[in-house]
């Protein structure tokens, strides 16, 4: 059974950081693309960072460039989000996605709440 079990979310001061984790377990991440999806109450799911299977190529949303940085541990199948200059409208539930390739998403993770105050 695939799992992708998202950690490290919580509250924070605007300005401040987290480092999200998502851990797989049942499925080799090895070959997969792997992302960040946040949604917001009241809004639609968005990408916020994808990372390809060997970690060289990464994408950002406009409105992360800059902050967030993805990265990944193949041999702990673990992908991280380091987010940095945190704003309130980072407020959301967060989640991990794997798949194909930036465009096809194929499991994800249950999500992990990341609130921003002012």
């Known amino acids: 059974q695939v799992q992708l079990v998202e950690s490290g979310g919580g509250s924070v001061q605007a300005g401040g950081s987290l480092r999200l984790a998502c851990a797989a377990s049942?499925?080799?991440?090895?070959?997969?693309?792997m992302g960040w999806f946040r949604q917001a109450p009241g809004k639609e799911r968005e990408g916020v960072a994808f990372?390809?299977?060997?970690?060289?190529?990464?994408r950002y949303a406009d409105s992360v460039k800059g902050r967030f940085t993805i990265s990944r541990d193949n041999a702990k199948a673990t992908v991280f989000l380091q987010m940095d200059s945190l704003k309130p409208e980072d407020t959301a539930m967060y989640y991990c996605?794997?798949?194909?390739?930036?465009?096809?998403?194929?499991?994800w993770g249950q999500g992990t709440q990341v609130t921003v105050s002012s």
């Open positions: 996605a794997a798949g194909r390739s930036f465009y096809q998403w194929d499991y």
């Open positions: 049942g499925y080799s991440v090895v070959n997969s693309a």
């Open positions: 990372i390809s299977s060997g970690g060289a190529m990464t």
